[in-house]
Each structure stands twice: as C-alpha cells, then as structure tokens.
C-alpha cells in the first residue's frame, strides 16, 4: 500500500484528531523457552533497564542464544507502537522469512523458500485454525500489538506441538507475570496517497490499541487484556499485461506487441479488524502453574476491482481486434493501436468475513523437586464467508454494439496508459450485458469455510541433578480436526428485464466513475451488490461445484533428552528426541456430480530429532542439528471430490443401465483397467524431509553478533499431479458399484488421474546475519 502513516502522537495538538498517547513503557519480551528479561546492565550498583526498540533488539538476540534450536525471534517493541499492519510484516524482518503480500497485505510466509503450505503455525505452543482453505494461516489476522514474542524455528524438537518441512512460528501472547504493571493506549491515523480510485471506497484508516496488565500483590496472580480495533484502506491502480509466448506478436522489424487480453483497471479495499487477546496466570507456589489465555479476532475485508479487459487478439469476438499501427524500434513497441475491439467492463466485488477464536490452558505441577507434570488443552475455531461477485458491462451484447479503437503507450517502466473513442463514465455508452459471449452476465462466489481443532497434551519430566542429561520428557499429544469448505458457485445469467441480452444500468443505481490515474481509461461506477439484489439477474447454481469436509486425528508419543554439560572442555547445551506420529484421515466430498464420497486413509512415521549447541569459545557457538520431519498435504488435495467413470470397451454396459456389467478379455492393468478416477486424493502421505543445519554464531556484545547458517533438506513423497494405478475399491463402491466389485474383484485396481506422492527432491541453502548496536560503535548511541 502506498500510504502515509501518521502516529497519533504527532497529531495530539490537532484540532480534528484525538490522540490517545501511549502510557507506561512496556516490558514483555518472552524467551522462545522461558520468560526473558530486558538486557539488564550494573552501573555503580543501579540496575539500567533497556526498553522500547534497543530492549526488543537485545531480549530478541538474546533469546536466539539461550535456545536450543536454530530459531529466529522477534519481541515486542513497546506494545501499540509497532508500525506494522500485522505480524507478517514484523516476521518478514528475519533472515530466511519472506512475506507474500495477498490484497495489498502481508498475509502469508515463506521459510527458506518453501512456500506457506510446508510450515505450521502455533499460538501458543499450539496449532491453531487457518482462515484460508489450506493449513497455512493467514497471519493479518494477528495485529502485532497483541503479540509479545514470535518465534521462527527452522530445526524443531520432539516436543513442539507441529512443525512442518519448513519450520514452524509461534505466536505467543503476554504473560501477565513476565511484564510490569502498566496501561498502554495508542492510537494511528492513516492515509493513502493514492486518493480515493473508486467513489464506494475512501483512502483514510485508523487504528486504535488498549492494554491492561497488572498483578495482585504478592504477584502470585497475574492477568492482562488488550484489545485493538483497526481499518486499513488500500488504493491500487492494476496493470495486467499478457506478454508470454502466444500471448505477443511482432512487427516486420521485430517489435514486439501484445496481442491477448490485457486487464488493467483500480482497486479499493478496505480491511477491518477487532482483536482482542487476555491471559490470566496463577503461580501460588513454585511447584504449581496455571495460565489460561485466550484469543479473538474478527475481520472483514470489503473491496472493489472496476476496469476493463480489452481483447486485443486476433480470437475476440467479431472477427477480433485489428491491428492498425505499432510505433518505436524495439525491442518493445512505444505504442500500439487497435481498431474493432470490444472491451468487458469489470465490476468485481471481493469480500470476506471471518473470526478466529481460540483458547487454552496450561498446568504444570512438580510433584517433586525433580519429577513434574504438564497438562496443556487447546482448541480453536475458525468461520468465514466469503463473496466474490463478476459483474459484466460492455458496449452490447456479444460484440454488437460499437466498437472501440485503443493506443497502449508503453513507458520503459511498464506502465502503459490507454486512449480511446469511447467515453465509458457515459450511462448512454455503457449496458450490462455478456460483451463477449461467455454465456453469462456475471458470476457469483460465496465460498464458506468452517475450522475445528482440539489439541490436547499430558507429559512427565524427570530433572536430574547433575550430569550431562538435564531432563528427560515423555508425553502424549492428540490433535483432532474437521476443516469443511463450499464453493457455492452461481452463474449470473441475464433477467426478464434485459432485452437481446442487454439491459441498461438503472441511474438509481450509478454512484460516480473510477479515476484510473495514469491508465487513463475510467469507467461508469455502479453499486453492485444492490443490483444483485434488485432481481434484475437470475441466478443458475453451478452443477460442478465444490465442496468437501477433511477430518483429521493425529495421535503424537515423543521422548526427549535435554543436555545441558560439559563435553571436555567444551559447553554444550541442546537436546536428542524420537517422536512416533499416528495419522488417521478421511473425507467425504461428492462423486461422480452428486453421490457422497467418504475415503479415509491411515499412517504414522518416526521422526528422530537432535539440536547441539556448542560454545566453541567465549560468546562462539556452533550449533549441529539433524531432523525427521513431515508436512501433510493440502486439505484441498486431500479433499473426496472425484469423478469416477468405466471404459465400455474393457467393461461393457450390455443392458444400458450406465453400469458395467462384464469384464471384457482384454482388462489388463495398468494399461486397460475398468475404471478411471480424477480429483483429489483422501489417500495422500505427507511430504517428507530429512534437514541437516549447521550455524556458527559469534555474539561481540549483547547487541552486537555475526551469524551465518547453512542448510540441507532431502525431500520425499513430493506431492505432483499424475496418473498411477491404484485401488478404486472405496469409490467404486460408494457410486453404487458394490455387487459389480464383488462378482468382479480384480476391477478395483484401475487408473487414477490426480495429486500423488510421486517425486524427490533436495534444497540447500545459506544463511547470514549481521546484528550491529550502533551504541559500541559510538558513544553517542
């Protein structure tokens, strides 16, 4: 987003605007293992406490020292002051972590390369739902006020409640016992200097945060609130043009000219969102500990695309666009003119609706000094609803009405402006209609999405007191979830008030035009979802839609040694681990356009783990780590949506009941089966790695370090669309082929055209990291 932030502070004195300045210096960095303290130092016997961004610095390097992974970690600055819309934005800080920016937001994360799908993501410690229909989160979901420490681990323990091939984040709220008493309110006014593109849509947002955290006296007692409240408006004018191969063509000189469909127009968003986090911690003595923190957040991000796609191919409508003149010398043309060219004008709602809650609590006892108990529960639960409305405008019906002719100016940095005859912010020039004879006037999408998960935890530690092992843990961790998904596709056809397949857009329903800036080309501005709502459509649910429920029951046993010694002369901390995952999966979806299709499946896989740290010399450590590690497919390629068909020539249908009922001599598979399957696979192992890592670490100063790492996973199981053989007795019977099956067995092995686990791979890499305080460098610092 191009925008201007203005902090609250800054704007106390104005008239217009009331700032809320923040109160109190707030101190809550956690550790990645335990509560961390703010970098401390003694001079002259009085203890100078280091906050805001220098204290986040400091806690942050140091708590990727004292942990036993290799692991990147981000702190709270003072709460409420964090520039970032959300977290993403705060992770994509980290060496290794990149930020994919989804409708003009960071929303998602990359470890190391791999995309989102091949890390997992906790709150606290636990694996929590996704707003998307995948197992990635959708990390603005989490403003980063509400969060006081993130951790990134790129090498994972036995005892970490998820992780996948990638790594893993945790997401970690405040322990009201770990912090100061305090009040924190502040408040952001925000604008966007890209102006108001559509006239539904302003450019300014605010956002608003509050905490509370306090503790009762003889600090046994802790509890904390915070809550924050924000709208975010983002402006952006688009630019799609088509230049790969088929898509371009070339002059007698060689220039080069599009010659596809460019889309090129302006979109507004507007994204809300209401958070709230709270935490209640009660630690009577030191051998009991009880937190119990919760979580909600609720957004709703509303947006508008309005512009044109403009068939400039040789294949549009009525005879496709002409080209009339391309200018410049390459190798890209300056210009290009078309003539007969039938533009679609574009009005597309995006919207989605969704909250997240979730809660946990955590109880630890010590029953002795040296033997101890944990119990930790969560669950979390996710709802959205979506709608994604295509509303189509031209100048007639299937290419009847006139036709325009269109100059593409082409600057060197790509952004081209159009000119044209037509003057579309004219209701005369303009009719809802099917410009191009796709069949319909539009389309409609209102997906829903629905996330459950339980997660349950019961280990025993035993604390040694001497010697190289430090503890031993066992325990026992269940995850139970259902994540449901329906398309709820709709075409948009054209009502009993369109004439020839036209129908010109009601005044009372025109709300101004778009400014498209520097494309040039604005349009009419009408408001959509009350046409939708008029009845001046008819609506037709699409037949091929989608919709599936994935359920999931995981059952973890982990053993993990901590080290914490002396190997000779040299200090090493770390931890050696084994865990056994039991995987049980199913899911039902529809067969075939309409029979229920429930396929289940079962696995389990041994993951050995280890991470050694070793300081190799005062403030130099060399961390070695080796791990197992899975990640499970996509819940929309495991999704039970299939097509299942028979070939009548291996198995005839000699009644014509649309059911085989012979097999023919010549079934022989794999090359002549009975039946083909197509969709996704229920039946689908997880992606497999095995990493190696290797970090050498050098700490000058507390703020102060030289880190490189370096990287090596080989990967298994990859997950590719192909065809195999594979037993189709579960789907043959679910579309009413049972009897067929049984009288015939040798049938069930057929072909199957889909996700599969099919190839190997590797992917290596080397990370560097230098962390300077400028306060060593210069006093004046």
């Known amino acids: 987003m191009n925008g201007i ?76 002051l964090l520039p970032d819309l959300s977290i993403a934005d705060t992770l994509a800080r980290l060496p290794g972590v990149t930020a994919q920016r989804v409708r003009g937001r960071s929303q998602q994360v990359s470890i190391r390369g791999l995309g989102p799908d091949f890390s997992l993501a906790l709150l606290n410690g636990r694996e929590v739902v996704s707003a998307g229909n995948n197992r990635g989160i959708e990390f603005d979901q989490f403003p980063s006020e509400l969060i006081g420490t993130g951790i ?24 009201p016992l770990d912090a100061k008493s305090q009040i924190t309110v502040s408040g952001t006014y925000t604008i966007n200097d890209n102006g108001n593109l559509n006239p539904d849509f302003g450019n300014d947002g605010y956002r608003f945060f509050g905490s509370y955290i306090d503790q009762n006296a003889d600090g046994t007692i802790g509890w904390s609130l915070g809550a924050t409240v924000q709208s975010i408006p983002t402006q952006i004018i ?50 009991f500990a009880l937190t119990i923190d919760s979580f909600y957040t609720d957004t709703t991000d509303s947006g508008i695309f309005r512009g044109t796609e403009t068939p400039i191919a040789a294949w549009a409508t ?15 043309a300056d210009s290009a003119t078309y003539s007969n060219v039938f533009p679609i004008l574009r009005t597309d709602t995006e919207g989605a609706e969704s909250s997240i809650f979730a809660i946990g609590g955590n109880l630890e006892w010590k029953a002795t000094d040296n033997l101890g108990f944990v119990v930790d529960y969560g669950y979390s639960t996710l709802d959205r609803d979506d709608v994604d409305f295509e509303s189509y405008a031209g100048t007639g019906f299937q290419g009847t009405g006139p036709a ?70 066992a325990g026992w961790l269940y995850t139970d979830r259902t994540k449901d998904f329906d398309n709820n596709g709709t075409f948009i056809r054209a009502g009993t008030g369109f004439v020839g397949g036209e129908l010109a857009i009601p005044s009372n329903l025109i709300i101004g035009q778009t400014n498209s800036g520097s494309i040039g080309q604005d349009i009419i501005a009408y408001d959509p979802a009350a046409l939708l709502a008029s009845g001046a459509y008819t609506l037709q649910r699409a037949t091929d839609d989608t919709e599936w429920v994935v359920e999931e029951q995981i059952h973890n046993f982990y053993i993990q040694a901590d080290i914490d010694g002396d190997l000779g002369p040299v200090p090493v901390r770390g931890n050696i681990g084994l865990r056994y995952v039991d995987t049980s999966q199913s899911s039902t979806g529809t067969l075939s356009g309409g029979l229920i299709n429930n396929v289940s499946a079962s696995f389990d896989n041994w993951l050995p783990s280890a991470n050694l740290s070793f300081e190799v010399a005062e403030d130099t450590f060399i ?66 790695s095995t990493s190696f890592d290797i970090s050498f670490e050098h700490y000058i100063s507390p703020g ?78």
């Not at 063509?249 to 507004?268: H, K, L, Y």
């Not at 000699?654 to 399957?677: E, G, R």
């Open 623 to 688: 961390r070695l780590a080796y791990a197992r590690t899975i990640t499970r497919a996509r819940l929309d390629q495991l999704a039970a949506n299939q097509n299942l068909t028979f070939r009548p020539q291996i198995c005839p249908d000699t009644n014509a009941d649309q059911a085989p009922d012979s097999v023919a001599p010549m079934f022989n598979p794999p090359a002549n089966v009975c039946f083909d399957l197509s969709g996704g696979n229920p039946s689908l192992q997880p992606y497999r």
């Open 404 to 473: 325009d002719t269109l100059t593409f100016n082409f600057a060197p940095d790509g952004q081209y402006s159009i000119d044209g005859l037509i003057d579309y912010t004219d209701p005369a020039n303009v009719l809802l209609t099917d410009p191009q004879g796709w069949g319909q006037v539009g389309f409609l999408r209102e997906p829903e999405i629905n996330d459950e998960l339980h997660q349950l935890r019961a280990e025993a530690y035993w604390e040694f007191d001497g010697g190289l092992i430090d503890r031993i843990t």
């Open 152 to 175: 990134v681990y790129k090498t994972g323990d036995a005892r970490l409640a998820a992780i996948g091939i990638a790594g893993a984040v945790d997401l970690q709220t405040i322990k």
């Open 5 to 80: 932030n203005v902090s609250a502070r800054l704007l106390s004195g104005a008239a217009t605007f009331l700032a809320l300045a923040a109160t109190g210096a707030p101190v809550l960095a956690q550790d990645a293992e335990e509560p961390a303290t703010v970098a401390e130092e003694e001079a002259e016997g009085d203890a100078i406490i280091v906050t805001g961004i220098r204290g986040s610095i400091l806690s942050s390097l140091n708590a990727k020292r004292e942990s036993t992974s290799i692991v990147e970690v981000i702190t709270a600055e003072d709460l409420g």
């Open 318 to 332: 009525q005879g496709g666009a002409q080209v009339d003149e391309v200018t410049g010398s390459g190798p890209f």
């Open 704 to 781: 102060t370090a030289i880190i490189v790492a370096a990287f090596y996973k080989d990967l298994s199981d990859w997950v590719v669309g192909l065809g195999e053989t594979a037993d189709l007795s579960q789907q043959i019977v679910n579309a009413g082929f049972g009897n067929f099956l049984a009288a015939n067995p040798q049938v069930a092995i057929g072909q199957f055209n889909g996700p599969i686990n099919f190839s190997d791979g590797s992917i290596a890499g080397i990370e560097g990291t230098v962390r300077v305080n400028f306060g060593d460098v210069t006093d004046a610092l």
């Open 238 to 287: 688009q630019r799609e043009l088509k230049t790969n191969d088929g898509q371009i063509a070339r002059t007698d000189a060689g220039v080069i000219f599009p010659r596809d469909n460019p889309r090129q127009g302006v979109q507004s968003r507007e994204f809300k969102r209401t958070s709230i986090a709270g935490s209640l911690q009660f630690e009577p003595t030191d051998s």
